[in-house]
């Protein structure tokens, strides 16, 4: 939706961009509910904490994701002549709740700091984060467009990856700057020479990105999918080191895994639940994926 183009003279690429997300869009979204559904059942006090400190563009980015529904849907029901006002409003709603996302995990890496410094950076990780997620969309236009939408598309990803690589290295250095333990447990002996393939595998994946895309257009589509599967891995990277910089933390030197956990019962009853639901939208998703798995057609409404 960042990337959505609105001039007139781009309907049809907006129409095949939008085609191209239409079948996963439900299960995407189904991730979201899932996880703070987790997070309210299963860590009660962080949920509550963190809704405390971020309640504001919390709400900010739920308000995007209910423009970015009623849009996606609004915008094949309107005349055509309204059609690029919810075009707008896509693009609008999608741009809103990236950047609150990505203000509100700086604000959770900066552990919810109240200083100009840690606005400094919730700001500086929005902008990021937007970036990151244009990367990943970019990438997949590219494995799913052909032609001139595709070529594009290696412009918006290059731009967005470069930007997207610099926030993820600001993010990093100041997450092991502001915290002794951060910086014990990834610059440490030993743990800190085992951990180095970390970030040299997601500085290299974006060097390959890059000059996958600075040759681009290649002969027959050739390596297509490559942007998107790197995407793919650096965020899995990146979402991974996250995860053990801040263990056995849920909220960043305040409260803990064991501290926030809920009673053994509840625990017990939402892993009987998420061993249903998990396999169930993953077995959906993949579905979804490899019936739609081809380049994705001109958009048309009857």
């Known amino acids: 939706g960042i990337l959505l183009p609105l001039g007139p003279e781009h309907k049809k690429d907006r129409d095949t961009m939008i085609a191209?997300?239409?079948?996963?869009?439900?299960?995407?979204?189904?991730?979201l509910v899932l996880a703070v559904g987790l997070l309210l059942?299963?860590?009660?006090?962080?949920?509550?904490?963190?809704?405390?400190e971020l309640y504001?563009?919390?709400?900010i980015m739920l308000l995007g994701l209910i423009l970015r529904g009623v849009s996606f849907d609004f915008r094949a029901k309107a005349k055509s002549h309204y059609?690029?006002?919810w075009h707008s409003a896509f693009k609008m709603g999608s741009l809103i709740t990236a950047l609150a996302q990505g203000y509100m995990l700086g604000q959770y890496v900066m552990g919810f700091e109240q200083s100009w410094q840690a606005e400094g950076f919730a700001v500086l990780s929005a902008l990021g984060v937007t970036a990151a997620?244009?990367?990943?969309?970019?990438?997949?236009?590219?494995?799913?467009c052909e032609g001139e939408?595709?070529?594009?598309?290696?412009q918006w990803t290059r731009l967005a990856g470069?930007?997207?690589?610099?926030g993820i290295a600001l993010v990093s250095v100041v997450n092991v700057s502001i915290s002794p333990t951060v910086y014990q447990k990834w610059l440490g002996f030993p743990q800190g020479l085992l951990l180095i393939p970390m970030p040299i595998l997601c500085a290299g994946l974006f060097f390959v990105v890059d000059q996958y895309l600075r040759h681009a257009p290649h002969k027959e589509d050739f390596g297509c999918w490559i942007p998107f599967t790197a995407a793919i891995t650096i965020f899995f990277i990146c979402f991974q080191g996250l995860a053990y910089s801040f263990?056995?933390?849920?909220?960043?030197?305040?409260?803990?895994?064991?501290?926030?956990?809920?009673?053994?019962?509840?625990?017990r009853f939402i892993l009987v639940g998420a061993l249903i639901a998990v396999p169930a939208i993953m077995g959906y998703t993949a579905f979804s994926y490899w019936v739609f798995r081809d380049k994705t057609s001109e958009l048309k409404y009857y």
Do not use: C, M
């Open 56 to 59: 504001l563009p919390a709400t």
């Open 247 to 267: 263990y056995p933390y849920v909220i960043p030197g305040t409260l803990t895994v064991w501290e926030a956990a809920s009673a053994t019962e509840s625990l």
């Open 149 to 154: 939408l595709q070529y594009r598309a290696t």
């Open 83 to 85: 059609r690029h006002h």
């Open 41 to 52: 059942i299963a860590f009660p006090s962080a949920h509550s904490l963190v809704l405390k």
């Open 20 to 31: 191209s997300i239409g079948p996963f869009w439900d299960a995407n979204e189904t991730w």
């Open 133 to 144: 997620y244009s990367f990943i969309g970019g990438a997949w236009l590219i494995l799913k």
């Open 162 to 166: 470069a930007i997207a690589a610099v």
